[in-house]
Nanobody, 125 residues
């Protein structure tokens, strides 16, 4: 049974940092395109960042480029999202997702097969 579990969310002041983790079970994350999405209250789920299976190329939403970094620890079967210089508009539930089919790191949520339960990130003073 495939399971993705996020952790690392919390409350942080503007300008602060958090690192989110997504650990997989029943799945080898290095063989899947992995992505982070987020959903703020009253808004649609939006793409944040992705890492392509095997070769590890990266892709970011313009809103987080230069502030967020996605990475993957194959030995630990974990994907990370390092978030720096956080802004109030980054407040959302953050989800990790896995896609096996594509040969690219898709920003489209419907193309992902498995999702975690999400972790809340709140940026507020």
């Amino acid at each position: 049974q495939v399971r993705l579990e996020e952790s690392g969310g919390g409350l942080v002041q503007p300008g602060g940092a958090l690192r989110l983790s997504c650990t997989g079970s029943g799945i080898s994350l290095s063989n899947w395109n992995m992505a982070w999405f987020r959903q703020a209250p009253g808004k649609e789920r939006e793409f944040v960042a992705a890492v392509r299976k095997r070769i590890g190329s990266l892709y970011y939403a313009n809103s987080v480029k230069g502030r967020f970094t996605i990475s993957r620890d194959n030995a630990g079967n974990t994907v990370f999202l390092q978030m720096n210089n956080l802004k109030p508009e980054d407040t959302a539930v953050y989800y990790c997702a896995a896609d096996r089919s594509n040969d690219y790191q898709s920003p489209v949520s419907a193309e992902y097969d498995f999702w975690g339960q999400g972790t809340q990130v709140t940026v507020s003073s």
